[in-house]
């Protein structure tokens, strides 16, 4: 092990004393109006999956952080925080801008959070554009590595309309020990399927297609763990999948990662052509609405999004007869009755 990678290791056993949690998720960010936060389920939502989610990443797309403004994350960050550490969970800041000057700039407006004990350090995409050369997006990678922040590198397609090659990654892992974390949601896993040395980087996946049991290591596959939106309302199955495996119970990993994989497709195909929000945010705000109240939720409104926008009724009676025939509805969920006081609406019933 060549010097860089074993000073990452010391750094990553300094931040993760217990190891790098398998399982991430970018939290949802709960709204009571239009740009103002649900604080108090922000935290209830913590807890309910703390028991199987170690890391988070905030805000990520799923908690819409390309739409918020700086003021909005650090008022979300104000909120998720405090609650972090007694929840047990590692927080990754995600700072998703398009182009490097507002990365530097949000890592100066940010500096006093990054010092907060719960804080493993941050994450960044490469500048957006489908004609960035590979040499422009490693330049200006470095150019953040370079702060010397832990750093974890957002594979991100969708949004960045480019994509770091394999040997790029490889380049920044050789010569950067403040990157620990690579985390890909192009659903190509190009970096991680190539015949490239990162060098002790963590590598998580963060697509939902193609699957759930064949991709960790303990499966025989590329990564050391998800990072996944689908662990807002699944955090219990991809935690079972993942100890199936540990387990060398390939099989029953198996069988759950196909029915949770099937049920997932089925939710995502269910918001499909909405203009506001992401499909990430608003197909996992419908699983969490059930898993924050049970079967109550089908009386109850439908979530908010960040500019006060709520998804559509017929949604929630959608998602929770699909989670009601997959035997994933819960009965009573995380969220008090009084904490939901003024939430029901008229005429949402389950059809």
């Known amino acids: 092990m060549n010097s860089i990678a074993a000073t990452r290791r010391q750094f990553q056993h300094r931040l993760f004393p217990n190891g790098i949690p398998p399982l991430w998720c970018p939290t949802l960010t709960h709204f009571q109006a239009a740009g103002v936060l ?26 819409e952080g390309w739409e918020m403004t700086d003021a909005e994350i650090e008022t979300l960050l104000q909120t998720v925080l405090p609650a972090a550490p007694a929840a047990g969970i590692h927080v990754l800041i995600g700072i998703l801008k ?20 719960a804080v493993v350090g941050v994450t960044i995409c490469p500048p957006q554009g489908a004609d960035r050369s590979q040499i422009e997006i490693r330049d200006a990678l470095r150019t953040v590595l370079d702060r010397g922040h832990p750093t974890a590198l957002y594979q991100l397609p969708q949004v960045t309309q480019n994509e770091m090659a394999p040997e790029t990654v490889a380049e920044l892992a050789a010569e950067y020990a403040n990157f620990i974390l690579f985390k890909d949601t192009s659903g190509s896993d190009r970096v991680a399927l190539a015949d490239v040395d990162l060098e002790s980087v963590f590598l998580v996946r963060g697509a939902e297609i193609g699957g759930y049991f064949q991709w960790p290591k303990s499966a025989g596959g590329p990564y050391d763990g998800f990072l996944l939106s689908t662990a807002n309302g699944f955090s219990r199955e991809l935690a079972a999948i993942l100890q199936h495996l540990r387990d060398g119970q390939h099989s029953e990993a198996e069988q759950l990662s196909r029915q949770l994989q099937q049920l997932v497709q089925s939710i995502f195909a269910t918001v499909c052509g909405f203009a506001h929000g992401n499909a990430f945010t608003n197909a996992n705000k419908l699983v969490d609405h059930f898993r924050a109240f049970g079967r109550a939720g089908f009386q109850t409104a439908p979530p908010l999004l960040l500019r ?9 009676a959608t998602a929770g007869s699909l989670l009601d025939q997959a035997g994933m509805l819960p009965e009573v969920g995380y969220w008090k009755p009084e904490e939901s006081q003024n939430n029901h609406i008229n005429g949402l019933t389950k059809p």
């Open 38 to 63: 649900n604080e108090a389920r922000i935290q209830a939502h913590l807890r309910a999956i703390a028991p199987q989610v170690r890391g988070i990443l905030v805000p990520g797309s799923t908690g």
């Open 98 to 117: 398009t182009d490097t000057a507002s990365v530097l700039n949000a890592l100066q407006t940010l500096k006093p959070m990054l010092e907060h004990p």
């Open 308 to 316: 006060g926008a709520q998804l559509p009724a017929e949604w929630i």
